[in-house]
């Protein structure tokens, strides 16, 4: 296939908002937690584990939904996605406890599972070739998280917290009846019984890609769900104007992950993957110095543009898995999809902890330099190795 059959932009854009939704959905809990941490009484750790929860549960789904997608196709599995979600969100809006807020959080999960069901349903509408920028724009999806950052906080202070679930949940089951009325599995689908052990078998091909998405989407969703916290810790913000803030780094991670996708499919994933590592680092460290004084300009800084690199890297890393995997995408993306979802559950813990433990957030960025670099350097390698190739 050289070109993208009729109804592919369509398809990809029904898919992105479908993803945006269930982010949105995902990440409603975090703006929210540093004002329930005030009102029932949180340490820092009991905060961060709060966050970290439904981080857990969307992390491991996605390697069954992977799969699910390439048997049955992404119409049906993202119908009953969006349906879930809505729920979800109903019980969140209603948990006022620790207890109540941890167990919704865990339920509530299972919507960042999502994006293993777009990924390969976006990359049988549209050829190698364009697959990067498609799988780019449908990742743009994290959006979501933004829509979740300013809306939740400001409705919860306007009507309260039910208010807030009850609205979201509304919104993403009118959307579930027009994405089940409008979208289309790609002409090209067949339903795929890929061999799990075919996959795992792959071994560092597959490993190295999960350890890319580890660091970073793991690192775009660490920072987007413990920055109103961190924000809120070091500038004393509202929580809206902390949420706003948080809300501008999730934008920039989303506008650039697309053109992480364009920039893969013309100079190739490895170049792009070691600038987007090397720049990581760069902000790590200048976090890590700001953390024991922190000024609001430097710290924008350092957030926005390790958000262009995160963004960066996750364009890279997807331009990468159906190129590799082409006849097991969606089993491929929910190994790669459930690291990069554990890559966002430790960090949050780790920031929690070193904050408790030392009184600042040093330590945490710290070890942030380490991994970038290491992988920056494993990217690199993907860049020799294509040289290598080229002449044969």
């Known amino acids: 296939m050289s070109e993208a059959p009729p109804g592919a932009g369509r398809n990809l854009g029904l898919a992105t908002v479908a993803f945006a939704l269930c982010f949105s959905a995902w990440g409603m809990l975090a703006p929210i937690a540093p004002d ?9 750790t009991e905060l961060s584990i709060m966050v970290s929860v439904p981080v857990v549960l969307g992390s491991l789904l996605r390697i069954p939904l992977g799969i699910l997608t390439d048997r049955i196709g992404a119409r049906l599995v993202f119908t009953a996605m969006l349906a879930y979600s809505a729920g979800a969100a109903v019980l969140v ?34 050829p190698p ?54 979208a289309r599995n790609a002409p090209a689908h067949e339903p795929k019984r890929t061999p799990y052990r075919e996959v795992l078998g792959a071994g560092w091909r597959l490993w190295r890609l999960a350890l890319f ?63 987007a590592f090397a720049g990581v680092g760069i902000d790590a460290i200048g976090l890590s110095w700001q953390a024991s004084d922190p000024s609001m300009a430097p710290v924008t800084v350092f957030c926005l543009t390790m958000a262009a690199f995160l963004g960066l890297g996750n364009g890279a890393v997807f331009k990468l898995v159906p190129h590799y995997f082409p006849d097991s995408t969606g089993a491929a993306t929910g190994i790669v999809g459930a690291a990069g979802g554990l890559g966002g559950f430790f960090p949050p813990l780790v920031l929690g902890f ?25 990217a690199l390698a993907l860049v020799v190795d294509r040289a290598r190739e080229a002449p044969a």
Request: a negative charge; glycine letters at 14%.
């Open 354 to 378: 070193v904050n408790d433990a030392t009184g600042e957030f040093t330590l945490g960025f710290v070890f942030l330099v380490a991994f970038a670099w290491m992988c920056a350097g494993l």
């Open 36 to 44: 329930i941490q005030d009102e029932i009484g949180l340490s820092d």
């Open 213 to 275: 998405y580890f660091v970073t989407f793991g690192g775009f969703v660490a920072m987007a769900i413990f920055l109103p916290k961190l924000l809120t810790d070091w500038f004393d913000l509202s929580l809206t104007d902390a949420g706003l803030r948080a809300a501008g780094f999730t934008l920039v991670a989303t506008a650039a992950r697309p053109i992480g996708g364009l920039l893969s499919d013309r100079v190739g994933a490895g170049v792009v993957l070691t600038v």
């Open 129 to 182: 070739k364009r697959q990067g920028f498609a799988i780019g724009v449908y990742g743009m999806g994290n959006i979501g998280t933004a829509i979740a950052a300013f809306s939740v906080p400001a409705i919860r202070d306007a009507a309260g917290q039910e208010v807030a679930g009850l609205v979201l949940a509304a919104v993403i089951g009118v959307y579930a009846l027009i994405w089940s009325s409008l």
């Open 93 to 126: 809006g209603f948990a006022s406890s620790y207890a109540a807020l941890l167990g919704a959080g865990f339920l509530l999960g299972a919507a960042g599972a999502s994006f293993a069901v777009g990924v390969p349903y976006v990359a049988e509408w549209f």
